[in-house]
């Protein structure tokens, strides 16, 4: 229920914070008006600060115009045309949302018919369900839509074992690691921050081990067989991090229930995983988001079937011809709900960060 | 209690850990051990792949051992020492871009004439929320040479001639470092800002009665406060720009004519685009030894497993 309720209150922050700066502006730019009428601020003064702040909103502006432009070409059916014959324009002529109908496609749960016998007799009974149609994008002009769909469903049936195969590992290590003390404890823990550090581009250059390794087995093109290699992956920092977190829950918790005859499985389900549970998630996004968006070894081990939404994306893009309305609907359908879970959980994520000895 | 010196009912805890380490070694360090055996052979799929099961795989295929050929061969060819060459070059451009623009935005959503700060701050992370792949194909666009491409409509707007930035080798390598930098500033934004942060602002007030200007400021007070954690965030981001992949393959395979192609690519696209397993895995060695080194160093000196130690 925490989580859920922290969620809420993040959601809700996130939300009021412009009301909030907008408050504050009105407030400061009426005390501002007043002093400088009285004379006892300089006019310099707020000028100054109005000058930097522009400044600083132009600077945003330039870093973001990318996020920006791939918006605008994703709602305008010339494409990210930002250039015209009547010079700039940074909003979107004609806005249609047909790239995105092309992205989603047809929303159609055919009919199906269920036949089920009656036992004893010859008889059967066949009901027919009727076919609901929730989209169909034919209607708006959209011929031939994208594969998105086939691509969501590979990429959640690859994301979600690998979710459940590193959480199993994970979290059994990390309370051992962060509440028992045991032999080889310090040089796993020292091998496990190593790991974090190097581990990615690493991944990359065992790639051709592990791609002739798979080849070998015949388990190429198996979308099982590449989740238990994310889940492999995501083991060293994400136990770090779990473990991390667990050493903050208060031992005295554990102490109290141990007096009060406690068996030690209820101290972990009763005390340690509940006390946890924005560990959990912290952990559970992560590790989701490890199958969710990898690239480079998704290409290189599945088939044409098997894309995950990384590689279906990338599957867009040709040397000399990109369609820019399509391509930056699917980019921005795949990317949004990352963003957004991203902007949510952006305090757990940056705590995450300062793990690595920041602070030091 | 007498406690055994090899094992003990004590450490059965281990138990706990131990899945989680066996899937990580199997997935990890038998790659390793796999890519030193094919770096030794003249692998190539039709030799590496024949033979069914777990026999085959020890012994490579059919494919003969040829011993340290492939490194000598890799190591007395330009091709490597190019792709070598670029990828310090790389990590070179891209790290002193990445701290200049780093540090100038945390100066500024730290200033105090700047209001809205915590909005600013926000925003200007946003990057880092997004997937990677998502950002590089999106800059991919950008710099394309089809119509609509971002960069060279913003060349035309100020009536420049448009560029084919990815048919050419330096104005690639270019483009490749304005991804770079704009993939992980915002990693560096967040520690310079929180290091900006501690500076205590006694300081800044001691300094303006003595009468320091704003850059002498920078340099004398700023500076010092922050040197230590940007060199420790420039030592982990050059890590990353070492073993940089994504953006060259996926803006254009490392090229043109694979001039661009950094170590990481190099070893990946010798082995799986050119069938030369054996030179692959050779390379891709030596850049691991070459990232192995570097983090080892930095975790020798920078102390980054400090807390570590202390447990």
């Known amino acids: 229920m925490s989580v859920y309720r922290r969620l809420v209150r993040n959601v809700r922050t996130a939300c009021l914070l412009p009301v909030h700066i907008f408050l504050d502006t009105c407030r400061e730019i009426g005390y501002t008006v007043n002093g400088v009428r009285r004379g006892e601020i300089p006019p310099s003064q707020p000028l100054k600060t109005l000058g930097s702040t522009a400044g600083a909103l132009v600077m945003v502006s330039v870093l973001l115009f990318p996020i920006y432009w791939i918006l605008l070409a994703a709602l305008s059916p010339t494409g990210g045309s930002i250039y015209s014959s009547s010079g700039l324009s940074l909003l979107p002529s004609n806005p249609t949302v047909q790239p995105f109908l092309w992205v989603v496609g047809d929303l159609i749960v055919p009919a199906y018919s269920i036949a089920m016998n009656i036992p004893a007799t010859n008889l059967a009974v066949v009901f027919t369900t009727p076919e609901i149609v929730l989209l169909d994008v034919s209607q708006y002009g959209v011929q031939n839509p994208s594969n998105f769909k086939q691509f969501l469903w590979n990429s959640i049936t690859v994301a979600i074992p690998t979710v459940i195969i590193s959480m199993s590992l994970i979290v059994p290590a990390a309370y051992a690691l962060s509440r028992k003390e045991f032999i080889f404890r310090r040089e796993i823990l020292f091998v496990y921050v190593l790991m974090t550090q190097i581990g990615g581009g690493l991944g990359i250059a065992l790639l051709i081990g592990l791609y002739a390794v798979y080849v070998q087995f015949g388990i190429t093109d198996s979308k099982l067989g590449l989740s238990l290699y994310y889940a492999a992956t995501a083991v060293p920092f994400n136990t770090w991090l779990l473990k991390t977190y667990m050493d903050g829950i208060p031992a005295s918790y554990e102490e109290a229930a141990v007096v009060d005859g406690a068996p030690p499985w209820r101290i972990v389900t009763e005390i340690i995983l509940p006390l946890s549970a924005a560990g959990l998630a912290t952990v559970f996004i992560f590790t989701f988001l490890t199958g969710w968006t990898e690239f480079v070894v998704a290409q290189t081990l599945l088939g044409t079937e098997n894309y995950t939404l990384p590689v279906g994306l990338f599957s867009l893009v040709s040397e000399y011809s990109i369609p820019w309305a399509r391509f930056s609907a699917f980019a921005l359908t795949f990317a949004t709900p990352i963003m957004l879970v991203y902007l949510f959980a952006q305090r757990y994520i940056e705590g995450g960060l300062s793990f690595s000895g920041i602070e030091g | ?311």
């Open chain 2, 1 to 311: 209690m007498e406690r055994s010196p090899v094992f003990d009912e004590r450490d059965l805890p281990l138990l706990y850990v131990l899945p989680g380490l066996f899937v990580f070694t199997t997935f990890m360090l038998f790659p390793v051990v796999y890519l030193v055996g094919i770096s030794l052979t003249n692998a190539t799929p039709s030799t590496l792949f024949t033979g069914e099961g777990a026999v085959s795989v020890l012994t490579f295929g059919e494919s003969t051992i040829v011993g340290l050929e492939n490194y000598t061969d890799v190591l007395s060819d330009s091709a490597f020492w190019n792709s070598f060459g670029v990828t310090w070059l790389f990590v070179a451009t891209s790290v002193v871009a990445k701290i200049c623009l780093s540090v100038a935005i945390a100066l500024v959503v730290t200033s105090n004439r700047v209001r809205g700060k915590r909005l600013l701050r926000s925003l200007i992370i946003l990057p880092m929320g997004l997937p990677a792949i998502f950002t590089i194909t999106v800059w991919r666009g950008i710099f394309s040479s089809a119509e609509f491409g971002l960069m060279n409509q913003l060349l035309t707007m100020l009536s420049l001639d448009p560029v084919t930035w990815l048919s050419g080798r330096w104005t690639a390598f270019f483009a490749y470092n304005i991804t770079e930098v704009w993939l992980s500033y915002p990693f560096m934004v967040i520690i310079t800002v929180s290091a900006l942060q501690d500076v205590p602002s006694e300081l800044h007030e001691a300094a303006m009665v003595d009468g320091a200007g704003y850059i002498a400021r920078f340099l004398h007070v700023t500076l010092p406060a922050i040197k230590r954690p940007v060199l420790f965030a420039s030592i982990l981001t050059a890590a990353a720009s070492f073993q940089q992949f994504l953006i060259p393959y996926v803006f254009n395979k490392g090229g043109p004519a694979r001039a661009n192609e950094l170590i990481v690519v190099y070893g990946y696209r010798e082995a799986l685009a050119f069938s030369e397993y054996g030179r692959g895995a050779a390379i891709s060695l030596v850049a691991v030894i070459f990232i192995g080194a570097f983090m080892w160093v930095n975790v020798k000196r920078g102390r980054l497993a400090e807390g570590v130690a202390e447990q």
